[in-house]
């Protein structure tokens, strides 16, 4: 069975990189039309979605947040990283990664982890 | 960047339907997905493709497409269906994805 699980810092500073983890389970991203994304909500507030990368290493960026993002993955720990840097009070939310497996113009995100909090604080 | 609009509240009494709506320019030409999130979990995909089912879904949930808005229909509203409902598709012209602003079930 496919899930996910994020991983990293609770607390950052403001300025600070934070860098998250998603350990993948019951998949791999070595097969063709898997991707794995992040999504993140702040308290109270709507999903947004962040970044995403292909089985073929190819990516994709939040518009408003890409030169912040870098998105990578590690397939022989079945691990993808997203790091973000510089950030500031706003960027407290819960951080989510994704599963999507590509069969068409438009795939759902199908399975997520559980989410982690990140509060960004001095 | 392309937009989706959701009321921010749908109140519906037990055993009512609750219909949810998601506005976006020409919606109709793309595929509209549905999330359910209760409190303190993570989404779970309700409605794909906008209309299909995943498994394990009940069927009392459906969906529907054209024009400028897709609707998430929930029939026969229980208690445990109070959550916040998303809408979010892929934006095929900047190949980014997006998502509504989330309308909050209450049920009364």
């Known amino acids: 069975q496919i899930t996910l699980k994020e991983s990293g810092p609770t607390l950052v500073k403001p300025t600070q990189t934070l860098t998250l983890t998603c350990t993948l389970s019951?998949?791999?991203?070595?097969?063709?039309?898997?991707?794995v994304g992040w999504i993140r909500q702040p308290p109270g507030k709507a999903l947004e979605w962040l970044a995403l990368?292909?089985?073929?290493?190819?990516?994709r960026y939040s518009p408003s947040l890409k030169n912040r993002l870098i998105i990578t993955k590690d397939t022989s720990k079945n691990q993808v990283v997203l790091t973000m840097t510089n950030m500031a009070p706003v960027d407290t939310a819960t951080y989510y990664c994704v599963h999507i497996m590509v069969r068409g113009v438009s795939s759902p995100f199908d399975y997520w982890g559980q989410g982690t909090l990140v509060t960004v604080s001095s | 960047s392309y937009v989706l609009t959701q009321p921010p509240s749908v109140s519906v009494a037990p055993g009512q339907t609750a219909r949810f709506t998601c506005g976006g320019y020409n919606i109709g030409s793309k595929s509209v997905h549905w999330f359910q999130q209760k409190p303190g979990q993570a989404p779970v995909l309700v409605v794909y493709?906008?209309?299909d089912r995943p498994s394990g879904i009940p069927e009392r949930f459906s969906g529907s497409n054209s024009g400028n808005t897709a609707t998430l229909t929930i029939s026969r509203v229980e208690a445990g269906d109070e959550a916040d409902y998303y809408c979010?598709?892929?934006?095929?012209?900047?190949?980014?994805?997006?998502f509504g602003g989330g309308t909050k079930l209450t049920v009364l």
């Open positions: 990368i292909y089985w073929d290493d190819d990516k």
């Open positions: 019951g998949f791999s991203l070595n097969t063709s039309g898997v991707g």
């Open positions: 979010q598709v892929w934006d095929s012209s900047s190949d980014h994805w997006v």
């Open positions: 493709d906008d209309s």
